[in-house]
């Protein structure tokens, strides 16, 4: 019953449009995370102990290489807002050059990620790669989007060249090595993948 219950309720959210005032706070009181989509409000999917492993794994390994470097790296609790298409939504890692540019008078929303790392899940795979990756190409500052499979040996590396196209590499063994393009920094995929259990099927 209680399943049924938050079915029907999370369907009344997705059909009424809110402003984004209205989803702060409403987001503000809540016991999970949801993305705001032009009036929308989209509860998030939880996510898998693999999910955690690859983000953390990613956000550790790169937190500690650039310390003391020009550089800001945040977790899946920081939102970013993107103006152009009225989202916010929260990436699962953000790489941003200097510092952060706030929206609003707070520090929990920020506009300038130079890397954006979104680990894939099954029900947001195909959104994390066209519609979302169209809409973090709007934002000025990004040069670099990265998409990390759970689920096997696979990253997808988008770089922006001097030209302003996308350039995609493609790494899927366990030996391959992830380098930045716009960042010194590198990471072998086992690094990646460490802890994570392939066996282990689930939705996040």
């Known amino acids: ?11 009344q959210i997705q059909k009424r449009y809110y402003t984004p005032e209205e989803y702060l ?36 390994s790169s937190k500690f290489d650039l310390r003391g470097r020009n550089y800001r790296v945040y977790m899946g609790d ?26 609003g008078s707070g520090t929990t929303m920020v506009t300038n990620p130079l890397l954006i790392v979104e680990v894939l899940s099954k029900s947001t ?17 990004l040069k670099e989007y990265i998409t990390i499979d759970q689920y096997n040996f696979h990253i997808e590396q988008f770089a922006k060249n001097s030209e302003g196209k996308w350039v995609l590499s493609e790494y899927e063994t366990a030996d391959a090595v992830l380098a930045l ?14 802890g994570v259990n392939f066996n282990v099927s689930g939705e996040g």
């Open 181 to 194: 393009t716009n960042i010194e920094f590198q990471i072998q995929l086992t690094e990646i993948y460490h």
């Open 25 to 60: 706070e409403l987001e503000e009181a809540a016991e999970s995370k949801s993305e705001y989509r032009d009036g929308e409000i989209v509860p998030m999917t939880g996510g898998t102990t693999n999910h955690n492993e690859i983000a953390g794994n990613f956000y550790a």
């Open 1 to 11: 019953m209680r399943d049924r219950a938050e079915d029907i309720m999370q369907t």
């Open 125 to 141: 795979k195909d959104y994390d790669r066209g519609d979302k990756f169209q809409y973090y190409r709007s934002i000025p500052e």
């Open 78 to 103: 920081v939102r970013l807002w993107i103006p152009r298409y009225r989202l916010y939504t929260y990436p699962d890692v953000m790489v941003i050059e200097g510092e952060p540019i706030y929206e």
